[in-house]
């Protein structure tokens, strides 16, 4: 797929309008997934038999090879997204470190992203990772099935915490609790250490408002609005409308997510439904664009940047 081609659909041009109407340059999305074919074979493999979880079906929407993938993420006028990737044993973080380098290397409007496993020399592939410029960290709780608190990483949120690089974790409970997944580990670990930059993925879901206030106590903490208020999650996991309030104060901390291409509906319909949030228009400015955009120094394309694939 060329890139006039991808931004030609029906739903990359309505993509684009909402955000005109907005005024905005284009979107940032900081929960993306690129990883290695084999990984997300089995990620997507994952997704077609959690149905039983859920209690309904997750069909893969962009179902589609990498560059395919790339084409449709700038026909909607994404200008930044990442290649969320995280391993679930020992031995693959600097694998698929090494993997998503050359992958940002090659896609410059993906930021450079990488990951961790609590395991001896952890703190050397991040440093790694750090020296070769990443810019934005994953760590999946529930799919690792390891406590943030293990001792093998005091060293990397050490690390992490002074250089202020942001962690797109996921820590809350949904779609499936894990054994170390909810508000309890990443609250002790926000104790000791109270300046790492978190970014809670999908809203913290379902357990929303005890994320809130994580969010609420810790400048550092941010979230994001992965699959959450989507007519999807809402049949199992809604989100309170007694806490729109506090979603509404939290503007500034809250980025844009949308889990592509492992969603089970069209990229739109997350934007649509931020939108019926009804928290108004600054609201939705800054969460569609301005945060990603302040925390990763993100600037819109030139003319140039923004030709055809």
């Known amino acids: 797929m060329s890139g006039s081609e991808a931004a030609g659909t029906p739903e990359a041009v309505a993509v684009r309008e909402l955000t005109a109407r907005f005024g905005l340059p284009g979107l940032v999305d900081v929960h993306t997934h690129f990883m290695p074919k ?22 893969i929407t962009y179902r589609e090879e990498e560059s395919r993938r790339v ?9 930044a997204f990442t290649s969320m990737l995280y391993p679930h044993k020992p031995g693959m973080g600097a694998w698929l470190n090494s993997w998503a380098a ?27 990772a750090l020296d070769a410029g990443a810019q934005v960290f994953k760590v999946h709780l529930q799919v690792g099935g390891f406590d943030p608190n293990d001792p093998l990483l005091d060293e990397v949120w050490g690390l992490l915490a002074g250089s202020g690089t942001p962690i797109v974790i996921h820590c809350g409970s949904g779609p499936a609790p894990g054994a170390f ?7 002790a670990l926000l104790a000791r250490h109270p300046r ?3 970014v809670v993925a999908h809203m913290g879901m379902p357990e929303y408002e005890d994320f809130l206030g994580l969010a609420e106590r810790y400048e550092g903490v941010h979230l994001d609005t992965t699959m959450a208020f989507t007519d999807f999650s809402e049949r199992f996991a809604p989100f309170p409308r007694e806490a729109l309030g506090r979603l509404a104060g939290l503007r500034d901390r809250i980025l844009l997510g949308s889990d592509f291409p492992n969603i089970p509906y069209p990229y739109l319909h997350q934007l649509h439904a931020l939108e019926r949030l009804g928290l108004g228009d600054d609201w939705l400015r800054a969460v569609l664009h301005d945060n990603g955009a302040a925390l990763f120094h993100v600037k819109p394309r030139t003319r140039a940047a923004s030709r055809p694939l």
């Open 38 to 59: 084999n990984v997300l074979d089995k990620v997507w493999a994952y997704f077609d038999a959690v149905g039983p979880m859920t209690g309904q079906p997750w069909p």
């Open 71 to 79: 084409a449709l993420l700038r026909g909607f006028g994404v200008l």
């Open 102 to 128: 050359d992958f940002a290397a090659r896609t410059p409007d993906c930021l450079h992203t990488a990951t961790f496993f609590p395991e001896p020399g952890a703190a050397g592939y991040v440093r790694q």
């Open 181 to 187: 997944t909810g508000p309890g580990p990443v609250g």
């Open 196 to 198: 790492l930059r978190l």
